[in-house]
């Protein structure tokens, strides 16, 4: 079991909308939602191609960026930023359907990007684990024993609205001595932006989560296995053994990567910002490797 403490030794080597004011950023808080081809730096790769305009007279402003719901508050750290947060799925869907403008987009899954943009910046890794409430904690040693005792709550995301919500159900397809089917029926669904707040407010007893939710609502969480928590790029073959279907395509498993790209010129310096927040990433519970931020072509389709 970890808690923020030890995560944070821990992180170095892995790693509607109202407004608040956060170190100089506007973050819309959200509630609405209910095999590696990197290659070279981020430079102005991050989707420098794909940007609308040259709009360096343009009057001073923040970018505006649609980000993952686990970047929520990260985003909102990085440079001057207006920052809107959903599910990546759900991000995707409302590009898709010109809902959404932004001038940079940072999701949970690069593949998510395809058809969006041509390259994309990748600047950060994270790991599943089980987020719980510190006097749940006190009375298992083990995950397994957790999510497997009916009597405690569990919390988890639409696989439909975000990776973490897909990702939660590949892990117990690979997890052993676990009935996956049935964790997954006796699981409440949330918006991954409330996920953990409901955790917080005692609504849930524990929630499948990413370790730097868990991180930053210093949380107690039990470590998921290496083979099924989607962090080790080594491990990379033993993840696509695991599917989920969707309702417009079929998810395979990979390793957790988060990729950025920008629309503008805006979007640009917000991701070169956010691929150069090194340090702050690692604070947040996420994993940054030594030859992070890379850029990374997105194939189309």
Known sequence: MSNRREVLRRGAGLLAFGSVTSMGARVALSDADSGDADSGDVGDASGAGDARSDESNAPARSANVLVAGSLQRIAGEVGDATVEAHGSVACRRLLEDGVRDPDAVALADPGLLAGLTERATCFATNALVVAVREEIAAKYDDWRALVGDSGVSLGRTDPERD?????????????????????????????????????????IDAAF??????????????DLPDRIDFSDPALADEYASATVQLA???????????????????????????????????????????DYPRTREIPDG
């Open 163 to 203: 990776p973490l919500g897909y990702r939660t159900a590949m892990a117990l397809e690979l997890a052993e001595g676990v009935d996956a089917e049935a964790v997954l029926n006796r699981s409440a669904v949330f918006p991954e932006t409330g996920l953990l707040r409901t955790l917080e407010a005692g609504g």
């Open 209 to 222: 989560a990413y370790r730097n939710m868990a991180v930053e609502h210093d949380l107690p969480s039990f």
């Open 248 to 290: 417009d395509r079929t998810v395979v498993g990979s390793p957790i990567r988060y990729a950025a790209s920008a629309r503008t010129a805006r979007g640009r310096e917000w991701v070169r910002e956010l691929g150069s927040a090194s340090e702050a990433l690692r604070d947040a519970g996420f994993g940054v490797p030594g």
